[in-house]
Structure formats: structure tokens, C-alpha cells
């Protein structure tokens, strides 16, 4: 089957397509829809007194955005920066930002069947960003909700 067939195939079923990545040793997805671009490692000029996970600005084309460390927005152990660290540039309504991640995978596309809300007792406190998980070739991906994490 071709990739246009397979995305014909998904979009017929109803399914919703999501870009996968790592973070802290964590795979973790978002939807595509929301991804504006992916681009490589950018060194951010820093901005004072900003929450201690966002590493500065970068210029993208002439748009000033601000740059998240994910990993230290989740709660996970950051990670050095290398050749595979990207920058996941994401819209979430009027808002731009850039995401620091520690590779992308690829794209999915689960069957809505196969994506599950988090178990209650895994949901903790206010900042659930974990909207949904599915499992990714053995492998547990969670779903972020872009909302909730800015």
C-alpha cells in the first residue's frame, strides 16, 4: 500500500495523526495538526526571569518564540543536547512556541480504539499533560495535551 493510501486509509477511519518523539527516554506524541515545523538545534538567547523550563528565544524567520525544554517541563532528567536534539515548533491557538525534544520518531496514526485515557490512579495533581496513550509497536506513547502543557 502506498503512503497516500495509507493516509487516505487513516483519515477514512477517522483517525488522527500524530508526530512521535523522545523525550528523557520517553516516547511521547502530539498531534500533527498542531506541528508547525521541525527544525534543528538552535541556541536560545536567554530571557530573565522566565520559568525555569523555558531555555530562552529563538528567531524563526523573523518571529521571536520562546524555547521549552520538555523534558524539564515533565519532570525528567534533561538531557545533554546533540547532533539529534530537535526543536518541535508547535501552534496552539494564537500561540507559537519551540519544544526541545531529544529526537522525533515518526508519524502515527492509532485507531481511536486503540487510544486510551490515562488510568485514574496514574493521573496526578493539576498538570496532567498526558491526554490519552496507545501502544506504538510494544511500545506505551503518550499523547500530550498541548492546551494543559502551556
Do not use: H
Request: proline share 6%; hydrophobic share 45%.
Amino acid at each position: 500500500m502506498t503512503q497516500a493510501a495509507v493516509e487516505t486509509a487513516s483519515v477514512a477511519q477517522g483517525t488522527e495523526e500524530y508526530l512521535s518523539f523522545e523525550v528523557g527516554g520517553q516516547r511521547y506524541a502530539v498531534a500533527i495538526a498542531s506541528v508547525r515545523e521541525i527544525r534543528g538545534w538552535t541556541e536560545p538567547s536567554s530571557m530573565p526571569d522566565a520559568e525555569p523550563c523555558i531555555m530562552g528565544v529563538i528567531n524563526l524567520r523573523g518571529e521571536i518564540l520562546p524555547l521549552m525544554d520538555l523534558a524539564a517541563k515533565l519532570g525528567l532528567a534533561t538531557p545533554e543536547i546533540n547532533e539529534r536534539s530537535v526543536i518541535i515548533v508547535v501552534e496552539i491557538g494564537e500561540n507559537t512556541i519551540g519544544m526541545l525534544v531529544d529526537s522525533v520518531s515518526n508519524i502515527i496514526a492509532p485507531p481511536e480504539e486503540e487510544i486510551k485515557e490515562p488510568p485514574e490512579g496514574a493521573k496526578t495533581g493539576e498538570d496532567n499533560y498526558v491526554a490519552a496513550l496507545t501502544l506504538v509497536e510494544e511500545n506505551i506513547v503518550r499523547i500530550l495535551d498541548l492546551g494543559a502543557l502551556f
